[in-house]
């Protein structure tokens, strides 16, 4: 291919090139831009017309860019907008622009807003400019049309936007292209860029405000959310307790009468409530304590807390009371660390009429740790769990045996003919009747098991009593129990007074819940019905 | 009365008026008594570890048995120091030895006692309810007894059927069992509320009962006081 050096830069470039294709000089320099582009190129000021090889002189102009210079001379400031459209040359608008126009003005104007659906058809009235009918009709041919398949669509001169006489055209002027450079391989033109004003010249930094602009509004929602932000660090004031609400009141009210409830029974020891007649677990316990033999064994747990000692105090005092009468031999043991002093405080206030010994008719082993391991342990081997009493005396010195009249020969549990636990504790009960309850199963075995518990434990252990095989042989069930048995063997002592206050606090608190409970249900009911009564009267 | 009882018979009298001045609210003396009361539990808990299980059964034996018993108290001894480990938390892992064993033991011996203790034996008495010849060996009153048994069979499977919970399976719409089964649910729910009033009663029974208690005591204190003014 025949080439041709480009005579402002010097390189290569095809002969067919009209403008080099490295610094878009023109390679002929006689050829205008309108041979080129088949479109005028703005005039330009004399010495922009020399270096861009533009027009010599207005006679090479097209007539109708002369025209428009000149209407651009007689109204230089209607050049712009709508109105310079309108007073443009007939030979400017295309004749497609003017078909629509026409068309336009005869018609009515279209609703913008309505939108053109894909599925919607063009009417036959509506007309077409034949470019688009062009492109419809290849939008309607069948098939998918791949890029590659596409035929080249020459650009048209007719069509509007495919010449650059529709382009927007910006007038170079001596100032968009600034001053001339004076000095340097650049000398002599226009437009550069000048590389040393910028850095040659010291200028102080303007100073910016710091404070930020903001309008009214927006500080608004910043001191919204400033303060939103605070709220949640700081704690929220209780609410103001009303001293005389009704829930003090009330808690009041019920605290005092069954506190006079329980104090006038005290006071004046009526004594007037009789024992229960028969408890049937008081009464197997009863039997039990009966049929022991003369210096038998008992193993006595004292597995409870000193909240509820004196329930279970009341309850275990006739019982103990009943042994102790039978000339039994006690063995005290707590896995309570509470137990121990419990044991010894309910031996010298409750029983100190027997007279009984420590280390000779009774022993307190003390505190047992482990829990039900520890428990298991003792019961299978009491001499390897422990090995000195609470007041440090040492329980196995004999060969074989204890050298304390109490334990004597005890090697496990079954060598008791009695085992009596008295208990608060649904878990502790249960360890006791689970791990003990298997080792009494065996119908040779003449050991028994006796719960004394609280009221509030009856419902866990009461299957273990009524059921069949049974687990436990007698069962003393808080103050009720306890009166029971007391009514069975005398000593009614320490019960009368209880009992009494007893019986008179729970009738007291039984009214109060009846009463409550009516008045729970009854009065707005009550109320309800007032109320309708008062709307069908009117 | 010596005189250490009555300093005590006073300590216990002015916290009890303590305790009850909680039924004007939540105040700082009723939460002074508590804080005693917690203090006091725990100190005497850690006197009575020491003096009752550390030193005679774990220090006596290592300083003044036999050898054969000294040997034996090593191992609690070395798991106990292992134990300590377990306040840093750059050792605590040593100390998971006797945590295990510790645990191991307690849930064997859990698990145990309550399969041989509780649930086969409650299991037979279940069945043994409906057992006309066993009946007539524990209770003359048969008929008594198996009405008995009849209604802790009916409060049974009604209160398991009130615990079941299930979905709805393929179909939207509740089948003819899932009825039966809430139907049922519905005596179980009012077993159950006979059982809940069963505890209440029984709690209440043993808080009146320590209220009691408590009365009676602070009333010997008063009357001891009124006859030493009195004498």
Redesign the interface.
Same mark, same amino acid.
Do not use: C, H, K
């Given at each position: 291919m025949d080439q041709i050096s480009c005579p402002s830069c010097g390189k290569p470039n095809s002969v067919d090139n009209k403008f080099c294709d490295f610094c878009l000089s023109a390679l002929h320099p006689e050829s205008s831009g309108e041979e080129v582009f088949g479109a005028p190129i703005p005039p330009l000021s004399g010495e922009n017309r020399e270096g861009l090889g533009g027009h010599e002189s207005d006679a090479e102009a097209p007539d109708w860019l002369s025209e428009l210079e000149r209407s651009k001379e007689a109204e230089p400031e209607e050049s712009l907008g709508t109105e310079a459209d309108e007073k443009l040359p007939a030979d400017a608008v295309t004749d497609w622009m003017s078909e629509v126009s026409e068309e336009d003005e005869g018609k009515p104007e279209p609703d913008s807003a309505a939108p053109f659906l894909p599925d919607q058809e063009i009417s036959d009235s509506q007309e077409i400019p034949h470019w688009l009918n062009d492109a419809l009709i290849e939008e309607e041919s069948p098939g998918s049309i791949e890029d590659e398949d596409l035929p080249e669509i020459p650009i048209s001169s007719d069509a509007p936007g495919s010449s650059l006489e529709d382009l927007p055209v910006t007038p170079f002027s001596d100032e968009t292209l600034g001053d001339l450079e004076n000095a340097g391989p650049l000398a002599g033109l226009k437009g550069i860029l000048s590389a040393e004003a910028g850095a040659a010249r010291a200028k102080t930094p303007k100073a910016y405000s710091s404070s930020l602009r903001i309008s009214s509004s927006q500080r608004a929602h910043i001191e919204l959310l400033t303060g939103l932000v605070e709220e949640e660090g700081q704690p929220l004031p209780l609410p103001e307790r009303k001293a005389l609400s009704q829930q003090?009141v009330m &808690?009041?009210v019920i605290?005092l009468v069954? =506190?006079v409830a329980?104090?006038w029974p005290?006071?004046v020891s009526s004594e007037q409530m009789p024992f229960p007649v028969y408890d049937e677990g008081s009464s197997e316990v009863n039997r039990l304590i009966n049929q022991l033999p003369e210096n038998a064994r008992v193993l006595v747990g004292f597995d409870f807390e000193p909240?509820?000692?004196?329930?279970l105090e009341?309850a275990a005092d006739p019982v103990i009371n009943h042994i102790m009468d039978q000339g039994a031999l006690l063995t005290l043991i707590s896995t309570s660390?509470?137990g /121990?002093?419990l044991a010894e405080r309910f031996m010298q206030s409750t029983q100190s009429g027997h007279q009984y010994i420590n280390g000779l008719d009774y022993i307190n082993l003390?505190?047992l /740790?482990g829990?039900?391991?520890g428990l298991?342990s003792f019961l299978d081997n009491p001499q390897g769990t422990? %090995?000195?009493s609470?007041d440090?005396i040492p329980l196995w010195e004999t060969e074989g045996g204890s050298n304390v009249p109490v334990l004597g020969d005890i090697d496990q549990v079954t060598d008791y003919e009695m085992v009596l636990v008295m208990v *608060?504790d649904p878990e502790t009960a &249960?360890?006791w009747?689970?791990?003990l309850? /298997?080792r009494l199963s065996d119908p040779l075995e003449l050991t028994s098991l006796v719960l004394i518990t %609280?009221?509030?434990?009856?419902?866990v252990v009461r /299957?273990?009593y *009524?059921?069949?095989?049974q687990?436990v042989n007698g069962l003393v069930v808080?103050? &009720?129990g306890g009166a029971a048995y007391a009514r069975l063997v005398g000593g009614e002592d320490l019960l009368s007074?209880?009992w009494d206050? =007893?019986s008179w606090?729970?009738f007291v608190?039984a009214m109060l819940i009846l009463v409550g409970g009516l008045g729970y249900y009854v009065v707005p009911e009550l109320t309800r019905t007032a109320k309708g009564q008062d709307k069908v009267e009117p | 009365m010596s005189f250490g009882d009555w300093i005590g018979a006073f300590l216990g009298f002015v916290l009890t008026l303590l305790v009850f001045s909680y039924l004007i609210g939540d105040n700082p003396l009723f939460r002074i008594t508590l804080h005693i009361f917690i203090g006091v539990s725990a100190g005497f808990a850690a006197v009575v570890a020491i003096y009752n299980v550390i030193l005679p059964q774990l220090l006596e034996p290592i300083f003044i048995s036999n050898r054969n018993e000294q040997i034996l108290a090593i191992f609690p001894l070395i798991l106990a120091g292992l134990l300590i480990t377990k306040i840093s938390h750059r050792f605590a892992f040593i100390g998971n030895l006797p945590m295990s064993y510790l645990v191991g033991v307690s849930a064997a011996v859990a698990i145990g006692g309550a399969v041989t203790g509780t649930l086969i034996p409650q299991l037979l008495a279940s069945m043994n309810l409906l057992d006309v010849q066993a009946s007539q060996v524990f209770d003359a009153n048969v008929g008594l007894r198996l009405l008995n048994g009849v209604i802790i069979l009916i409060g049974t499977l009604a209160s398991l059927a009130y615990f079941q919970f299930g979905t709805l399976s393929g179909s939207s719409q509740r089948n003819q069992f899932q009825s039966w089964i809430e139907g049922i649910g519905k005596i179980g729910q009012i077993f159950i509320a006979i059982m809940f009033g069963f505890l209440f009663a029984g709690i209440f029974s043993a808080a009146l009962t320590a209220l009691i208690g408590r009365v009676i005591t602070s009333l010997d204190f008063l009357r001891g006081i009124l006859g030493l003014f009195l004498q």
């Open positions: 003090n &808690r009041w605290g069954l =506190f329980v104090l005290l006071v909240g509820l000692a004196a329930e009341a660390p509470n /121990p002093i003390g505190y /740790p829990g039900a391991a298991v422990i %090995s000195f609470i440090g *608060d &249960r360890a009747i689970e791990q309850g /298997p %609280s009221a509030q434990l009856e419902p /299957p273990y *009524d059921g069949i095989p687990m808080g103050l &009720r007074q209880y206050a =007893f606090g729970t608190a | -």
